[in-house]
Nanobody, 125 residues
Framework: QVQLVESGGGLVQAGGSLKLSCTPS????????VGWFRQAPGKEREFVAS????????VYADSVKGRFTISKDSAKNSVYLDMNNLTPEDTGLYSC??????????????????WGQGTQVTVSS
């Protein structure tokens, strides 16, 4: 298990931007994939983006391609999610997670074994 801390959520108007961060407590992300998932009220959790730490390979949900960018900073041992051109449909609790999925399974939440508490993103129209 890896303890994860997310930050960067908040309230933003449609068209605005936010940058989320995910940092592990007490260890590094090496050999893991780090994913971002979100859950809106009354809806199931959905995949947003993921990055394999060692290779830097990234995967995105179709709904965020071209607007969101997942990245890593080895010096800060952190993963970031840059979110641009936000819409009200992007509202939700954003959680980062760590796991070891194969490349074809990076969007599957059951491939991740450690989850953060989440950070709330609210986009107003």
């Amino acid at each position: 298990q890896v303890q994860l801390v997310e930050s960067g959520g908040g309230l933003v108007q449609a068209g605005g931007s936010l940058k989320l961060s995910c940092t592990p407590s007490g260890r590094t992300f090496s050999n893991y994939a780090v994913g971002w998932f979100r859950q809106a009220p009354g809806k199931e959790r959905e995949f947003v983006a993921s990055i394999r730490w060692s290779m830097g390979h990234t995967v995105y949900a179709d709904s965020v391609k071209g607007r969101f960018t997942i990245s890593k900073d080895s010096a800060k041992n952190s993963v970031y999610l840059d979110m641009n051109n936000l819409t009200p449909e992007d509202t939700g609790l954003y959680s980062c997670a760590v796991g070891s999925p194969i490349l074809s399974a990076m969007s599957r939440s059951d491939m991740y074994h450690s989850w953060g508490q989440g950070t709330q993103v609210t986009v107003s129209s």
